[in-house]
T-cell receptor
Framework: GIQVEQSPPDLILQEGANSTLRCNFS?????LQWFHQNPWGQLINLFY???GTKQNGRLSATTVATERYSLLYISSSQTTDSGVYFC????????????FGTGTRLTVIP | DSGVTQTPKHLITATGQRVTLRCSPR?????VYWYQQSLDQGLQFLIQ???????AKGNILERFSAQQFPDLHSELNLSSLELGDSALYFC??????????FGQGTRLTVV
């Protein structure tokens, strides 16, 4: 099946810092989503972004489908941004379930 | 609130037992997906239902089964439970291949 790789695996930031998380995928995709899993385990939708750029407050995301990667930008990080960020994709052909990357664990310290 | 409801939130049971996890999708969503999140395997797709019919199977064990009812809620049945089945089980719903929304998950602990 399609491979999804995320980097870095772990990230520690001082509050107020900016960061960029990367997601590479091995084949064409119909769907790409970014999720935040908070410390209570909830998976929160951040972006539905199979291509292009979107912004939502301090967060923005860009997917370059032709080059098979997506980036999630977090600006002015806050302690509540801590958790694990997952990228998940649906392949361009065949299955229409999501394939998840292994995540980036973000810790924001005050 | 994603609009997807899962019950129960927590479940503790003994090895060899059977449990049922329940999911109510967002209003209007015909597709329901089940995923398992374990420490060693990450987030893995188990099974998908679309408007009452099984559409796709992933890494679902034979001891596990699911169904989707006419009102579109879904149940995941886990039987002959083993310690290794301890995990967070998520249900997600979507309008076919569009954006998927996840429930809060059921944390299953097998002792």
């Amino acid at each position: 099946g399609i491979q999804v790789e995320q980097s870095p695996p772990d990230l520690i930031l001082q509050e107020g810092a900016n960061s960029t998380l990367r997601c590479n995928f091995s084949d064409s995709v119909n769907n790409l989503q970014w999720f935040h899993q908070n410390p209570w385990g909830q998976l929160i939708n951040l972006f539905y972004i199979p291509s292009g750029t979107k912004q939502n407050g301090r967060l923005s995301a860009t997917t370059v489908a032709t080059e098979r990667y997506s980036l999630l930008y977090i600006s002015s990080s806050q302690t509540t941004d801590s958790g694990v960020y997952f990228c998940a994709v649906t392949p361009g052909t065949g299955a229409n379930n999501l394939f998840f990357g292994t995540g980036t664990r973000l810790t924001v310290i005050p | 609130d994603s609009g997807v409801t899962q019950t129960p939130k927590h479940l503790i049971t003994a090895t060899g037992q059977r449990v049922t996890l329940r999911c109510s999708p967002r209003s209007g969503d015909l597709s329901v997906y089940w995923y398992q999140q374990s420490l060693d395997q990450g987030l893995q797709f188990l099974i998908q239902y679309y408007n009452g019919e099984e559409r796709a199977k992933g890494n679902i064990l034979e001891r596990f089964s699911a169904q989707q009812f006419p009102d579109l809620h879904s149940e995941l049945n886990l039987s002959s439970l083993e310690l290794g089945d301890s995990a967070l089980y998520f249900c997600a719903s979507s309008v076919d291949q569009a954006e998927a929304f996840f429930g809060q998950g059921t944390r299953l602990t097998v002792v």
